[in-house]
């Protein structure tokens, strides 16, 4: 049986005001995302990479193009995605718990449930005990690993990560991408992942979209 498309883009374009003029950054940019996917987007600086994140993010909108998502055309993905960036962006007066609870404050989830499903998540991610512990005490590895418990509470039907461990040392990478593995395979997300790394990537991934040219458009699809 064909997997299912989660995910479609469909002639995607974007320009933004420079001094001289617009600038096109993306031109007719076609990719799709499975269900349970991990694809990653590479390309060289300025080839558009965040655009098309933020436009998936829906932080950004198209000039032209369709976003179809489960078989429906939507303007953005609000609602659906969990974001993930590459600085942790712990709130310092808050501990692990308290900053990983944020989510489903925001959501006005039943309290006592998602403080259930967040001790969960902190055991199997390694962090149990820490949790009335301050990001200060943290190693950076345990910053990103908090950080993307905080992304997964929320439950996202996409799970988009803007290069979450460039910052970090070589060996808690490897670790760290070996936690996201089973992580998104033990709760069954689909993940976009932006990334410089094309080691990263093939490591990673299930397909890997290649972005070139100016402007931009998907040179390539690798899996």
Same mark, same amino acid.
């Given at each position: 049986?064909?997997?299912?498309?989660?995910?479609?883009?469909?002639?995607?374009?974007?320009?933004?005001?420079?001094q001289?003029?617009?600038?096109?950054?993306?031109?007719g940019?076609?990719f799709?995302?499975?269900?349970?996917?991990?694809?990653?987007?590479?390309?060289?600086?300025?080839?558009?990479?965040?655009?098309?994140?933020?436009i998936?993010?829906?932080?950004?909108?198209p000039? $032209?193009? =369709? *976003?179809?998502y489960?078989? #429906?055309?939507? %303007?953005n @993905?609000?609602?659906?995605?969990g974001?993930?960036?590459?600085?942790?962006?712990?709130f310092?007066?808050?501990?692990?718990?308290?900053n990983i609870?944020l989510?489903?404050e925001?959501?006005?989830?039943p309290?006592?449930?998602?403080?259930d499903?967040?001790?969960?998540?902190?055991?199997?991610?390694?962090?149990?005990g820490?949790?009335?512990a301050?990001?200060?005490m943290l190693?950076?590895?345990?910053?990103?690993?908090?950080?993307?418990?905080?992304?997964?509470?929320? $439950?996202? =039907? *996409?799970l988009?990560l803007d #290069?979450?461990? %460039?910052? @970090?040392d070589?060996?808690?990478r490897l670790?760290?991408?070996?936690?996201?593995?089973?992580?998104?395979?033990?709760f069954?997300?689909?993940?976009?992942?932006?990334?410089?790394?094309i080691?990263?990537?093939?490591?990673?991934?299930k397909?890997?979209?290649?972005?070139?040219?100016?402007p931009?458009?998907?040179?390539?699809?690798?899996?």
């Amino acid at each position: 049986m064909a997997q299912d498309i989660q995910l479609r883009l469909r002639s995607i374009r974007k320009s933004f005001d420079g001094q001289n003029g617009r600038i096109d950054v993306l031109k007719g940019v076609d990719f799709d995302v499975y269900e349970r996917d991990f694809v990653s987007i590479i390309g060289p600086s300025g080839c558009g990479k965040s655009t098309v994140f933020n436009i998936v993010a829906g932080l950004l909108a198209p000039d $032209d193009g =369709d *976003i179809i998502y489960r078989h #429906e055309r939507v %303007s953005n @993905l609000r609602g659906r995605v969990g974001y993930m960036m590459q600085r942790d962006l712990l709130f310092p007066w808050r501990t692990v718990l308290e900053n990983i609870m944020l989510g489903p404050e925001m959501q006005r989830l039943p309290k006592a449930e998602a403080r259930d499903n967040a001790m969960e998540y902190l055991n199997t991610f390694g962090l149990a005990g820490v949790e009335n512990a301050y990001p200060k005490m943290l190693s950076g590895g345990m910053r990103q690993r908090v950080a993307l418990i905080r992304t997964l509470l929320t $439950d996202p =039907d *996409i799970l988009l990560l803007d #290069e979450p461990f %460039s910052a @970090l040392d070589y060996q808690t990478r490897l670790y760290l991408e070996g936690v996201l593995v089973d992580a998104v395979e033990t709760f069954n997300k689909t993940v976009i992942l932006v990334t410089h790394d094309i080691d990263e990537a093939v490591a990673l991934s299930k397909r890997v979209v290649v972005l070139g040219g100016k402007p931009s458009q998907v040179k390539s699809v690798h899996q």
